[in-house]
């Protein structure tokens, strides 16, 4: 019997360390797409492409899942001393998903790590680390709880996120110390922080479908604040037309 509710597939974070390698996510994604009126079913990094293909024939949204740092040589770049752990085989997965996903016209939605992997698959750049290459920037690794919005950000008009949100101005919280350098052709930057530093981009010139790459967490953030649910609304509700 069709439930009506759109399956919306969300990417895992690795922990490699052996003998105990697992996939895990945290449950607030879950929580959040469920909340949102969608199906979350979990997405395993496989290395099969045509399994990884397989996943996405039975999705109808995509959420990109925070996590670790992006190995810089998918961005064209030699590692720098302060790049974080990195996981090779989860970043070849994602960025094989987004790049299926935003050709294909599937709706998606990166968030924090995930902004990152839709900002590289669309040819853009990062910075390995905020603080050694962004003088002047602000706290972008809060010592907070995860709830509690740390710093503003200011969005660009007119842009989805905008028309999501109902408002140019949000605080948010922050738990990242990469960030988007340089969004690409396919994406536009459309929040920022007051340093300047991206906080959101969506796709726009050959990138039809619904592409949205949100740098805060918005799922630690809607059981304290309900606005920020509409994040995750929009993305099951375009998956609901994407899916007919
Ligand atoms: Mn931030």
Not at 45 to 68: K, P, Q
Not at 207 to 230: D, V
Request: aromatic residues 8%.
């Amino acid at each position: 019997m069709a439930s009506g509710r759109p399956l919306i597939g969300i990417t895992c974070s690795h922990d490699t360390q052996t003998p105990t390698e697992r996939y895990y996510l945290y449950m607030n994604y879950v929580h959040a797409v469920v909340e949102a009126g969608g199906t979350p079913v979990l997405l395993p990094a496989v290395a099969d492409e045509t399994a990884a293909r397989g996943m996405l024939e039975h999705i109808s949204g995509l959420l990109l899942s925070g996590g670790d740092d992006l190995d810089p040589y998918f961005f064209h770049e030699e590692p720098r001393p302060e790049l974080g752990e990195i996981h090779p085989d989860r970043d070849a997965f994602e960025l094989f998903l987004a790049r299926e996903a935003l050709a294909g016209g599937m709706p998606v939605l990166g968030i924090c790590r995930g902004c990152q992997v839709l900002c590289v698959a669309g040819g853009g750049t990062l910075y390995q680390d905020i603080n050694s290459q962004v003088p002047g920037a602000l706290k972008h690794q809060q010592k907070a709880p995860g709830w509690h919005p740390t710093h503003d950000v200011r969005l660009e008009a007119p842009s989805r996120l905008a028309g999501i949100m109902g408002t140019l101005e949000l605080r948010v919280n922050s738990f990242h110390h990469q960030a988007i350098r340089e969004a690409g052709t396919d994406f536009r930057v459309v929040a920022r922080a007051a340093d300047g530093i991206v906080e959101a981009i969506e796709g726009h010139n050959k990138i039809a479908g619904f592409a949205l790459g949100i740098q805060w967490h918005p799922e630690r953030m809607w059981s304290h604040n309900r606005e920020f649910l509409k994040i995750f609304a929009a993305l099951v509700k375009e998956a609901v037309v994407y899916g007919r």
